[in-house]
């Protein structure tokens, strides 16, 4: 087994670290400050190529590979741990491949370069005010009215609604909808390309207010309502009746890149709790040589290392199977997509809490930073992309069998 990456990915690796020390980690308190527009950085991050990682170059992408993408997450969160910069980035990892995997070829060909320069936004319309995680009992529906789609009911939590509409071209989300009878389940759900903004045209037909937010403070989530968007044929993903396994499919994938995010968060965390140990003293002695402190970096250091294989492990996974590879399936995606969750983002919250403890009262304040990386992480850890119970449930069902758990 190989434990490094070798050749392209150490070059493209190069370039996305001599990109975030230049122009993210010096201003990543700035982007959670509000002072630098997450739409610019966006601007940035298409120039740099960093957008759509595993997009085609028929779509502006770059051709790449998931673990590529999920190397670049790491880099992005250690560059800016208030999670902000690489929450955009997986976001448009997962979700605009779910469009290029499913969606017609005219609405790839319009969209997906603009996602690719950072001039559209395409996040992902699920959560509903009744919960989160039980897709098949969603509400919102689409109805079909003179020869168009109609969207009717209210999303919760939908991250990047406000920087679509500010960005040039504008963008939406993948709204999960319900196409069929409630009774259907889940084989009434569809998805569609909802766009609120297109060709820098504002829609009718919704509204949205963002929440304020506890942490993360760079890239808002809001509570998005559709009173009768139209939504035209050819931005159904997939067949109709058809969207929940399509779905997994792109939780499956965001689930690998919040692993990447929250493994370059705790990085940043335990370097900078490393520094402070070793130059804080406390009763004539580095507080780093009492086995209380130094423990329990080694315990957070090893547990920091098995996370990061766990999401290099799901990005390989998802390489070989959205490649054809038949020795994988859908559900490897699914499973390892959750461990990787499971095990990073806790991982995060934890190693924010231990650090902030080494700090002391410095902790508290703004200034030391290191509760930006908290409040960001607890985003995941409560729930986002699916919380902590449902990580087990899919992993135990895949693992232990349906029939049993």
């Keep these: ?14 370039s996305v670290k001599a990109f975030v020390e230049r122009e993210i980690a010096p201003r990543w308190v700035d982007i959670d400050e509000g002072r630098w527009a997450i739409e610019d950085v966006a601007a940035a991050l298409g120039k740099a190529g960093l957008i759509g990682i595993p997009l085609s170059s028929r ?3 770059q051709d790449g590979a998931f673990l590529q993408a999920a190397l670049a997450v790491e880099e992005l969160a250690y560059a800016d741990p208030s999670l902000a910069t690489p929450v955009y980035v997986l976001l448009e990892t997962a979700w605009p491949f779910v469009v290029q995997r499913y969606g017609r070829d005219e609405v790839k060909e319009e969209v997906l370069p603009e996602v690719a320069k950072g001039r559209a936004f395409v996040g992902i319309a699920s959560t509903e005010p009744q919960g989160g995680s039980d897709v098949a009992s969603f509400q919102t529906k689409a109805v079909r009215e003179g020869g168009v789609w109609r969207l009717y009911g209210e999303k919760n939590m939908v991250t990047g609604v406000a920087t679509a509409l500010n960005l040039p071209y504008g963008g939406g989300a993948v709204a999960i909808v319900r196409t069929g009878r409630p009774e259907d389940k889940h084989r009434g759900i569809s998805l569609f390309l909802a766009l609120l903004k297109r060709r820098g045209i504002k829609r009718e037909g919704f509204t949205y207010r963002d929440w304020g937010e506890i942490g993360r403070h760079g890239l808002p989530t809001g509570y998005l309502t559709f009173n009768g968007l139209e939504v035209e044929e050819q931005f159904l993903l997939g067949e109709l ?6 779905a997994m499919e792109g939780f499956d994938l965001a689930r690998t890149m919040i692993g990447a995010a929250a493994v370059g968060a705790t990085r940043w965390l335990l370097d900078r709790g490393l520094e402070w140990i070793r130059q804080r003293t406390v009763f004539g002695r580095p507080i780093a040589s009492y086995q209380a402190i130094s423990f329990k970096f080694a315990e957070l250091y090893a547990r920091l290392e098995a996370a990061r294989l766990a999401v290099y492990k799901a990005a390989w996974i998802a390489d070989r199977f959205f490649r054809g590879d038949t020795a994988f399936t859908i559900k490897d995606v699914a499973t390892a997509g959750a461990t990787a969750k499971l095990l990073a983002v806790p991982l995060a919250v934890e190693t924010a809490l231990e650090v902030m403890k080494w700090f002391g009262g410095a902790a508290y304040f703004k200034e030391t930073n290191v509760a930006r990386v908290l409040l960001g992480a607890l985003s995941y850890y409560v729930g986002a992309e699916g919380a902590e119970n449902i990580m087990k449930l899919i992993i135990a069902r895949n ?7």
């Design 1 to 14: 087994m190989e434990f490094s990456i070798t050749g392209e990915d150490k070059i493209f690796l190069d």
């Design 399 to 405: 693992i232990v069998g349906k029939d049993y758990v």
């Design 59 to 61: 779509y502006g992408g």
């Design 241 to 246: 009746n058809g969207g929940f396994k399509i």
